[in-house]
């Protein structure tokens, strides 16, 4: 029900806004700042979106998690997306995606709602996750138990490729 409202309220803003923005300033002007906003919004994309990848690739090459990059890449890849449909409001929305302090704010927000635990040895795990319910547990209790082994792949031979099967 919330994103059928969602759904629904979205345009509705938007078209308010065009016909207040267009009797203000007039219909050309209000063209000229969609297409310009679409025009900064996809710069600064670009930018904060190649900064993201590089400092997603430098957590991965340091064997560090980049959880936290993750989101910031998602939440960039919404900005864009909102940059680029025309509108007032999700040009608002998606400019606010693109500010850093936006960004790790709702990170914090989402982090204390999602809750990942995991419990490793040498020969299983058990992992669980949820998203927090009102009183603090998970919402479904979903347990995840499994066992797993490392498994390396064999050298190849110089001389040809390796075959993965028994060609008989």
Known sequence: MRLFLLLLAVPVIEIALFIEVGGLIGTWPTVAVVILTALVGSILLRRQG??????????????EAPGHLLADGAMILVAGALLLTPGFFTDAVGFLLLMPPVRAALWRWASSRITIASQGG???????????????????????????????????????????????
Do not use: K, M, N
């Open 122 to 168: 040498t020969s299983g795990f058990h992992f669980q996750a949820g998203i927090r319910g009102g009183r603090g547990g998970f919402s479904d209790g979903t347990t995840v138990d499994g066992e797993y082994s490392e498994v390396r792949p064999e050298p190849r031979s110089p001389d040809g490729p390796q075959l993965d099967h028994d060609p008989r």
């Open 50 to 63: 190649i900064a993201a990848l590089q400092g997603f690739q430098a957590r991965l090459a340091a064997g």
